[in-house]
């Protein structure tokens, strides 16, 4: 079966940095997506990789090593409103997006 | 501005009873998708629409229908026989970038009572 393995939750500090990871086993794989969604919202979408390495936008980067089936996304200086669930998502072989079941984010002060 | 809105933002329901959530996008995009979200799990794709009058069923269809009669609209009918329909129910668009990310409306929020 396809799976994506996120941690339920995570605590960090206002200004800090946290690292949230992802794993995967899926049949095939066409790109791996992170999306952002605040509680009662929308999921927005935070970053696209489809080949190894690090992509960075501002205070978030995300990495994929498809060798291993791993990613992370790095969020940097954090802040109160980065409070949020984080969303790991895969595009398989078909093309259709198989979705972790989220890690949320709790900012403390 | 672009965008997805999706109305109602909360609905009860008695139970036997049919709903329609609706959906609808501006931003020109052909593909269209209703997912449904619980606690605890991954988003769960329920139709996915690629072109004006032609849906396919995701992984849990059952209990539920759709149409896509107009490019910009794709309404999700959660019917009686849908057993635990309580739920936050997700509509997204996605359209020709390279990524092919989805753009989400708001949310709908089902609550059968």
């Known amino acids: 079966g396809q799976n994506i393995d996120q941690p339920t939750e995570m605590t960090a500090t206002e200004g800090a940095i946290v690292q949230i990871n992802c794993t995967y086993q899926?049949?095939?794989?066409?790109?791996l997506f992170w999306y952002q969604q605040h509680a009662g919202e929308a999921p927005t979408f935070l970053s696209y990789?489809?080949l190894d390495g690090l992509e960075e936008k501002g205070r978030f980067s995300s990495f994929l090593s498809r060798s291993k089936g791993y990613s992370y996304l790095l969020l940097k200086e954090l802040q109160m409103k980065d409070s949020a669930s984080y969303l790991c998502?895969?595009?398989?072989?078909?093309?259709?997006?198989?979705w972790g079941a989220g890690t949320k984010l709790i900012i403390k002060p | 501005d672009g965008g997805i809105t999706q109305s109602p933002k909360y609905l009860f329901r008695k139970e036997g009873q049919n709903v329609t959530l609706s959906c609808e996008q501006n931003?020109?995009?052909?593909?269209m998708y209703w997912y449904r979200q619980d606690p605890g799990q991954g988003l769960r794709l329920i139709y996915y629409?690629?072109?004006?009058?032609?849906?396919q069923k995701g992984d849990i269809a059952e209990g539920y229908s759709v149409s896509r009669e107009k490019k910009e609209s794709f309404p999700l009918t959660v019917t009686s026989a849908q057993k635990n329909p309580t739920a936050f129910y997700l509509c997204?668009?996605?359209?020709?970038?390279?990524?092919?990310?989805?753009?989400f409306g708001e949310g709908s929020r089902l609550t059968v009572l």
């Open positions: 997204a668009s996605s359209g020709l970038s390279h990524t092919g990310e989805l753009f």
């Open positions: 899926t049949s095939g794989f066409n790109g």
């Open positions: 629409s690629q072109i004006v009058n032609d849906f």
């Open positions: 931003l020109n995009h052909d593909a």
């Open positions: 990789n489809v």
């Open positions: 998502a895969v595009k398989d072989s078909n093309y259709q997006l198989i």
